[in-house]
C-alpha cells in the first residue's frame, strides 16, 4: 500500500534547533509517569499494555477471527490478527494520553526540569551501555578491523539499501528482529519506481516480472460531498465534486514475501550476513573507533563503522532522540483485502477519494474520511480484467493525537458502515465478502524531519528519518525515491570516513517541497474544537485537483508520486495556488474560498509554507546551476568540501522535485 504517492500524502521540515515542546510536565521526579509522557509511536508489542478482554465481541473481532494468521511479517501492516490489532490499539491510546513536555535533546544526560532523561538506546558514553561493546570496539582497535562495514537495523526494507552498498563492496550485516520476511499484503507501487531499483542493481526485471501479481490501467482521483459515479463536469457545474483518472500510477500489486526473499537471496549469496530473530538491545557509539551493536548478554556484540536505522516510526533510537515529543500529525488506516465485490467494476484503483462530508464525531472531534482501493489479481499470470472480485480496500484519515481522538476500533466501525457506500455492489461486509485481512495502521509526522543525526556513525533511513510525505504511508515508495541518492552518499562516506553527524546530517538535509506539504496535512484535518463548512476539503481538492488534471500530466504526475515541483510548466504546490508560475490560482477558479481556506489552515502556518514554497523556487534555481558547478566539484582535492558540495547539489534537485524523469513524449 502506498500513496508515495499521495504514499500518501507527505513529511519533513526545515531546521533543527531544540527538540522541545513548550508544555511543561509534573515538577517532580516522583510523579514522572514514562508511559504517559515518552511520546513516540511504538508498535511492538512487547511495549504496548496487555489487550483488554472485550466483554462483547465486536464486528471487527468477528471477522478478524475468521482470517488466516499465516504469512505474519513485522513492519507497519505486517501482522493483521486480533491481538495484533489490540496491541496497537493500546499503543494508539498511550500515544494520545501523552504529553508533550520539553526536554533538551543535546543534553540527554541530565535531568531536567524534573524529568530524568529517556532511556539509553544509543550512548556514546564510555561509562554506559554494555560493557562488552566497549570492549570489543577497544580490542579489535588493535588491528584496525570492525565486523562489518555497515550494519542495517531492520530488514524488511533495509534489505534493499544493504544489498546496494554490498553492490558498491561494503561488508554489510542486517539484523531483523523476527524472520526476514514480506508481508501477505500487496504492495502498490508504479513499474517506473520498480524499474529504478533495476537500474540500481537491487532488482532483477525477472524479478519484478515474478513478484508483480496484479497489473491494472490506472488510478482514479474524485473527491465529493455525496457518492455519484461516475460524475461528469466540475465542482461548480454539478455541486457534488470532482473525479478524474490518471494512467500508469500505483497500478502495480507487488507481492513483498517474493521480493524480499529475492533480494535477501542476492545478498546472502554476495557474502552479506542475515541475523533474524535478533532484537538488538541498544548501540554504543565511540567516535573514532566505530559503534558496537548489543545483542544481550548471551550473544557477541557486532561491530560496525556505521549503523543504519531502518526500524521504521517505531524506531527506539528516533524515539530517544525525539523525547517529548508528541506528533505534529497522524494518518490513521484501516481496511481490508477481500472476496466479494463486483468483478465487471473491479477493473482500476483509487488512489485518492471521498464520498461524504466532513463527519462530526462529537466529542472525538471532525473528520474527513478518504479512501484507497486496488483490484488484487488481474493484468497478470493469465489473469484477465474482469476475472477477479478481489480487491484492497483503505480509508484513512488526517488528525492529531489529541487525547478525545477516536480509537482505531471506532475507525473500523466506521470504515465496516461506510465500505458499501463506497463499494456499492455489497451490502453487508460481514456476510458479503471473504475477508482475506484486516488491515491497521497509524501513521505519526514530526514537523522537525528528516531528523538530523543526534550521534556520529548513526544514521536513520527510510520512514525512521521522517523522509517520507507527511500525506504518505511512507514505506517502500519512499524507499525507492531515495535509495540511489542515499546509497550513493553513504559509500562517499565510508570511503573518506565521514561519519561524524555534522556530515551525515547533509544526507538528511532540508527539503523545501516536503517541509511545504505541512500545509496539505493541516488542510485536510480538522483541530479539536474547530467549526467548518462539512464540504471545505472536498471544495478545496475537487477544485484544486480539476486545475491539476487541466494542466496535463506533467503537473498530476509528479503530485500523485510524492513529488513537489515548481518549473516553467508546472507547479505542483498545491492547496492554496494550484500553479504559482502558470497564473491559475485557485482563488481565480473559486474567489470567495480564499478566506476560509487561511481561516482553516491559519496565518502563521500559511506564511510558514509560503517560505518554503519561496525555498522551492530558490532550490529549483540553484538546481539549475548544477551543469556549470559540477565539474568545480569534481575537481575537488578535499574530500569533505567534495561530499559537502554533493550533498548541496542533491539537496537542490530533491527539494526542488527535480529528481522526477518524465517518461519520453
Given amino acids: 500500500m502506498k500513496f508515495s504517492s499521495l504514499p500518501i500524502l507527505l513529511s519533513a521540515s526545515s531546521l533543527q534547533c531544540s527538540n522541545s515542546f513548550s508544555l511543561r510536565p509534573p515538577t517532580t521526579v516522583s510523579k514522572f509517569q514514562p508511559?504517559?509522557?515518552?511520546?513516540?509511536?511504538?508498535?511492538?508489542?512487547?511495549?504496548?499494555?496487555?489487550?483488554?478482554?472485550?466483554?462483547?465481541i465486536s464486528r471487527t473481532q468477528r471477522i478478524m477471527e475468521k482470517t488466516s494468521s499465516a504469512g505474519q511479517a513485522s513492519g507497519?501492516?505486517?501482522?493483521?490478527?486480533?491481538?495484533?490489532?489490540?496491541?496497537?490499539?493500546?499503543?494508539?491510546?498511550?500515544?494520545?494520553?501523552?504529553?508533550?513536555?520539553?526536554?533538551?535533546?543535546?543534553?540527554?544526560?541530565?535531568?531536567?526540569?524534573?524529568?530524568?532523561?529517556?532511556?539509553?538506546?544509543?550512548?556514546?558514553?564510555?561509562?554506559k551501555g554494555n560493557p562488552k561493546c566497549w570492549e570489543k570496539l577497544r580490542a579489535q582497535?588493535?588491528?584496525?578491523?570492525?565486523?562489518?562495514?555497515?550494519?542495517?537495523?531492520?530488514?524488511t526494507l533495509g534489505i534493499f539499501i544493504a544489498l546496494s552498498l554490498q553492490l558498491k563492496g561494503y561488508r554489510v550485516a542486517v539484523i531483523e528482529a523476527g524472520k526476514l520476511m514480506g508481508r501477505e499484503q500487496e504492495w502498490n507501487i508504479s513499474m517506473k519506481e520498480m524499474l529504478e531499483l533495476v537500474e540500481l542493481g537491487v532488482l532483477t526485471v525477472e524479478d519484478i516480472d515474478e513478484a508483480v501479481t496484479t497489473e491494472f490501467p490506472g488510478c482514479r482521483a474524485g473527491f465529493k460531498n455525496e457518492e455519484v459515479s461516475p460524475l461528469k463536469g466540475g465542482y461548480f457545474e454539478n455541486d457534488i465534486g470532482y473525479e478524474c483518472f490518471t494512467p500508469n500510477v500505483l497500478n502495480l500489486g507487488v507481492a513483498p514475501s517474493v521480493l524480499i526473499e529475492n533480494v535477501a537471496r542476492r545478498f546472502k549469496e554476495n557474502g552479506g550476513t542475515i541475523l533474524e530473530k535478533s532484537p538488538l538491545k541498544g548501540v554504543v557509539v565511540s567516535e573514532s573507533l566505530g559503534a558496537a551493536i548489543d545483542m544481550g548478554e548471551d550473544n557477541e556484540p557486532i561491530t560496525t563503522r556505521l549503523v543504519l536505522d531502518?526500524?521504521?516510526?517505531?524506531?527506539?533510537?528516533?524515539?530517544?532522540?525525539?523525547?517529548?515529543?508528541?506528533?505534529?500529525?497522524?494518518?490513521?488506516?484501516?481496511?481490508?483485502?477481500?472476496?466479494?465485490?463486483?468483478?465487471e467494476t473491479n477493473l482500476v484503483g483509487d488512489i485518492i477519494y471521498t464520498n461524504t462530508e466532513i463527519s462530526d464525531k462529537a466529542e472525538?472531534?471532525?473528520?474527513q474520511y478518504f479512501w484507497e482501493a486496488f483490484p488484487v489479481g488481474i493484468g497478470r499470470k493469465g489473469k484477465e480484467p474482469?476475472?477477479?472480485?478481489?480487491?484492497?480496500?483503505?480509508?484513512?484519515?488526517?488528525?492529531?493525537?489529541?487525547?478525545?481522538?477516536?480509537?482505531l476500533s471506532q475507525l473500523m466501525d466506521d470504515y465496516w458502515d461506510l465500505l458499501p457506500i463506497y463499494q456499492p455492489s455489497i451490502?453487508?461486509?460481514e456476510t458479503d465478502l471473504d475477508v482475506h485481512r484486516v488491515l491497521f495502521a497509524y501513521f505519526p509526522t514530526f514537523k522537525d524531519s528528516p531528523v538530523k543525526p543526534q550521534w556520529s556513525r548513526v544514521l536513520a533511513v527510510g520512514d525512521a528519518s521522517g523522509i517520507q510525505s507527511p500525506l504518505s504511508f511512507g514505506g517502500f515508495g519512499a524507499l525507492t525515491r531515495h535509495l540511489g541518492r542515499i546509497s550513493t552518499a553513504l559509500s562517499e562516506a565510508l570511503e573518506h570516513d565521514l561519519l561524524h553527524k555534522s556530515d551525515l546530517a547533509e544526507i538528511n538535509a532540508y527539503t523545501p517541497n516536503l517541509s511545504a506539504a505541512w500545509m496539505f496535512q493541516k488542510a485536510m484535518s480538522v483541530r479539536m474544537g474547530k467549526s467548518v463548512d462539512p464540504m471545505f476539503v472536498n471544495r478545496l481538492l475537487a477544485t484544486n485537483f480539476q486545475i491539476m488534471n487541466d494542466m496535463g500530466p506533467k503537473t498530476m504526475m509528479p503530485f500523485l508520486q510524492d513529488v513537489v515541483r515548481i518549473d516553467g510548466k508546472c507547479c505542483c504546490v498545491k492547496i492554496v495556488t494550484a500553479s504559482i508560475y502558470t497564473h491559475q490560482p485557485i482563488f481565480a477558479a473559486d474567489p470567495t474560498f480564499m478566506p476560509q481556506i487561511v481561516a482553516h489552515v491559519g496565518i502563521p502556518t500559511l506564511i510558514e509554507w509560503l517560505g518554503h514554497v519561496g525555498m522551492i523556487a530558490a532550490y529549483?534555481?540553484?538546481?539549475?546551476?548544477?551543469?556549470?558547478?559540477?565539474?568545480?566539484?569534481?575537481?575537488?582535492?578535499?574530500?569533505?568540501?567534495?561530499?559537502?558540495?554533493?550533498?548541496?547539489?542533491?539537496?537542490?534537485?530533491?527539494?526542488?522535485?527535480?529528481?522526477?524523469i518524465f517518461d519520453e513524449e
Avoid at 472525538?364 to 473528520?367: A, D, V
Avoid at 474482469?386 to 480509537?407: H, I, L, N, Q, W
Wanted: glycine share 8%; proline share 7%.
Fill in 76 to 127: 507497519a501492516g505486517g501482522s493483521s490478527t486480533y491481538e495484533a490489532f489490540l496491541r496497537t490499539e493500546a499503543n494508539w491510546s498511550r500515544l494520545k494520553a501523552s504529553q508533550a513536555f520539553e526536554y533538551d535533546i543535546h543534553n540527554l544526560n541530565a535531568v531536567q526540569n524534573g524529568i530524568p532523561p529517556p532511556p539509553s538506546f544509543v550512548t556514546d558514553d564510555g561509562g
Fill in 427 to 429: 451490502q453487508d461486509p
Fill in 141 to 155: 582497535q588493535q588491528d584496525g578491523t570492525l565486523d562489518y562495514d555497515v550494519t542495517v537495523c531492520g530488514g
Fill in 35 to 56: 508511559s504517559q509522557l515518552y511520546s513516540t509511536v511504538d508498535q511492538q508489542a512487547s511495549e504496548a499494555p496487555p489487550p483488554v478482554a472485550e466483554t462483547t
Fill in 386 to 407: 474482469g476475472t477477479s472480485d478481489t480487491k484492497t480496500t483503505y480509508m484513512f484519515t488526517y488528525m492529531d493525537a489529541s487525547e478525545d481522538r477516536p480509537s
Fill in 620 to 660: 529549483n534555481s540553484l538546481h539549475s546551476l548544477t551543469p556549470a558547478i559540477k565539474p568545480f566539484v569534481d575537481k575537488m582535492d578535499n574530500p569533505k568540501q567534495k561530499f559537502l558540495w554533493k550533498r548541496r547539489m542533491e539537496a537542490w534537485k530533491f527539494g526542488s522535485g527535480n529528481d522526477y
Fill in 310 to 343: 531502518c526500524m521504521g516510526n517505531a524506531s527506539p533510537i528516533t524515539r530517544q532522540q525525539r523525547y517529548g515529543l508528541k506528533p505534529d500529525g497522524v494518518c490513521a488506516v484501516v481496511g481490508s483485502c477481500a472476496s466479494g465485490f463486483d468483478k
Fill in 364 to 367: 472525538n472531534g471532525k473528520l
